[in-house]
């Protein structure tokens, strides 16, 4: 069982930047796939990025492309979302997610473990 926990939302502005991190508590975490996803008010959950296990595979949803980026620290056991430009509609719950098996990233339905989410609001 991986146990995820994220970190570093808050108040951001629009133009702004803002951290988030996820700390995964299994030693296997070099094993599995990590993503982004977020969840705005009324919306479904929706794929933002995500890295493969070493590190050298990067994808990201069109909407976030160019302002945000993944990246992992093995050695932590860390995951960081790197966000940048902040718009208003970034405003959501931002959870990560890991995964083991199969080629899909895009979708919830491709990963096995999440965290509890983060919240992150971005003012105009």
């Known amino acids: 069982q991986v146990q995820l926990v994220e970190s570093g939302g808050g108040l951001g502005e629009a133009g702004g930047s803002l951290r988030l991190s996820c700390v995964a508590s299994?030693?296997?975490?070099?094993?599995?796939?990590m993503g982004w996803f977020r969840q705005a008010p009324g919306k479904e959950r929706e794929f933002v990025a995500a890295?493969?296990?070493?590190?050298?595979?990067?994808f990201y949803a069109d909407y976030v492309k160019g302002r945000f980026s993944i990246s992992r620290d093995n050695a932590k056991n860390t995951v960081y979302l790197q966000m940048n430009s902040l718009k208003p509609e970034d405003t959501a719950i931002y959870y990560c997610?890991?995964?083991?098996?199969?080629?899909?990233?895009?979708?919830?339905?491709?990963?096995?473990?999440w965290g509890r989410g983060t919240r992150v609001t971005v003012s105009s």
């Open positions: 997610a890991a995964k083991s098996r199969g080629m899909g990233f895009g979708n919830t339905y491709d990963y096995d473990y």
């Open positions: 299994e030693r296997t975490f070099t094993r599995h796939a």
């Open positions: 890295i493969s296990w070493g590190g050298g595979g990067t």
